[in-house]
């Protein structure tokens, strides 16, 4: 591994946001090379034309030593405090422009200057703003255009009708502008990135965990339930705390990759019906998120919560739940089916007509709210609620 790369490793892991614009600040000190050659070589054509030629040369030095020394700051990672760096090299970086174009007065006279580029050239005083750009965005960026364009028209005496033919302000605004554009973009993407390495090693650790219980917690709890209840006698009832805990982590386990309620306009809706889960209750759900409305989750959660009431106290004793949630894509399709005594043909338009409201409101009236419908399968051997609501 080479010096540098190894620097820009340690570097990253000291600040990841720096890191992110790091190609950025390399490329740009490619071209504050290319703008001093030009520099230099729009000196040799018009050092003829200046008052003080010695003095320009001296300028001219002052340019080279100092693109030399911003360039290597601005573009290495050898120190930990980068971004302070950074930040007085810019600030430097713009009052070397600054004087340098003041300075064009003190070598040439008015005709020159007033017609002409100023001393360090435009292209080369581009470097400021470009390094502005990169540092805190196209806010700054844009106003480092602005200021050093001010300069270079004032010191030209350019205020008047000159001023709107002339392209300085705004190409360096631009510039400014662009590279302050793709600076916070680069960001943005190597936060997202961060932001996926870390989900990425916490699903890991959570498969993990989720093997170890498995292969441990779980095979425990599930001998202690079936070794209590062939016993009998006071160990059934440690049987069936060790039953509950078994459903609950394995509710845990399978929630575990599910996407979590961020406070966003969507939710998880498998969250919402596993937490139903107990030993004679069963829900089933697909594998990937169901992603559903945040209101529409709670009215379906709270459908699929009043049918399971019902199952516990119309459904007799020792009676089953069992919950079927489906994503077609297209619909979204619940079930909710018991094992129980059943329901009677016709008792609940009985129970209507008596003013009990229960599910006529809190199951179908709730599902029609939601665009979808729902239909009950009743059998001497149980009923079945199937709920099916639009994706659209």
């Known amino acids: 591994m080479t010096w540098n790369a190894t620097a820009e490793q340690s570097a990253a892991e000291l600040n990841p946001t720096e890191a992110a614009t790091a190609p950025l600040w390399r490329a740009v000190q490619a071209?504050?090379?290319?703008?001093?050659?030009?520099?230099?070589?729009?000196?040799?054509?018009?050092?003829?034309?200046?008052?003080?030629?010695?003095?320009?040369?001296?300028?001219?030095?002052?340019?080279v030593v100092w693109s030399g020394a911003s360039a290597f700051l601005l573009s290495h990672w050898w120190v930990a405090t980068v971004a302070r760096v950074r930040l007085w090299v810019v600030l430097g970086d713009h009052i070397v422009v600054i004087l340098l174009i003041a300075a064009t007065r003190l070598v040439a006279d008015y005709d020159w200057y007033h017609g002409h580029q100023t001393l360090p050239t435009t292209l080369w005083a581009a470097n400021a703003v470009i390094s502005a750009a990169l540092l805190r965005g196209p806010v700054l960026g844009i106003a480092s255009g602005v200021l050093i364009s001010i300069v270079i028209i004032t010191v030209r005496e350019q205020w008047g009708q000159d001023v709107w033919?002339?392209?300085?302000?705004?190409?360096?605004?631009?510039?400014?502008?662009a590279l302050g554009l793709a600076a916070n973009?680069?960001?943005?993407?190597?936060?997202?990135?961060?932001?996926?390495?870390?989900?990425?090693?916490?699903?890991?650790?959570?498969?993990?965990?989720?093997?170890?219980?498995?292969?441990?917690?779980?095979?425990?709890?599930?001998?202690?339930?079936?070794?209590?209840?062939?016993?009998?006698?006071?160990?059934?009832?440690?049987?069936?705390?060790?039953?509950?805990?078994?459903?609950?982590?394995?509710?845990?386990?399978?929630?575990?990759?599910?996407?979590?309620?961020?406070?966003?306009?969507?939710?998880?809706?498998?969250?919402l019906l596993t937490v139903h889960a107990k030993p004679t209750v069963f829900v089933s759900t697909p594998g990937d998120p169901v992603l559903v409305g945040r209101w529409a989750a709670n009215e379906i959660a709270a459908v699929v919560a009043n049918a399971l009431s019902n199952v516990e106290l119309h459904a007799g004793p020792g009676a089953k739940a069992y919950v079927l949630l489906e994503d077609t894509g297209d619909e979204l399709i619940v079930s909710v089916r018991d094992d129980g005594v059943g329901i009677a043909p016709g008792r609940l338009a009985e129970a209507a007509a008596e003013g009990r409201m229960g599910v006529s409101r809190s199951i179908i009236g709730r599902i029609a709210t939601l665009g979808g419908t729902a239909e009950l399968l009743a059998a001497d051997d149980g009923t079945e609620w199937e709920f099916r609501i639009s994706r659209g």
Request: aromatic share 6%.
């Open 185 to 271: 973009t680069a960001r943005r993407a190597q936060e997202q990135l961060q932001k996926a390495v870390r989900l990425t090693a916490a699903a890991e650790e959570r498969e993990r965990l989720s093997r170890e219980v498995h292969d441990g917690v779980l095979q425990v709890l599930s001998y202690i339930k079936r070794r209590g209840t062939q016993i009998g006698g006071p160990t059934e009832e440690l049987a069936e705390r060790a039953g509950e805990q078994e459903v609950a982590l394995r509710v845990l386990i399978s929630e575990q990759g599910a996407r979590g309620d961020a406070g966003g306009a969507e939710v998880d809706l498998r969250s």
């Open 165 to 177: 033919t002339d392209a300085t302000l705004p190409v360096l605004v631009s510039v400014g502008l």
């Open 31 to 63: 071209f504050r090379l290319v703008t001093l050659l030009y520099a230099i070589g729009q000196q040799v054509a018009s050092v003829q034309y200046y008052d003080n030629q010695r003095l320009s040369w001296v300028f001219i030095a002052l340019m």
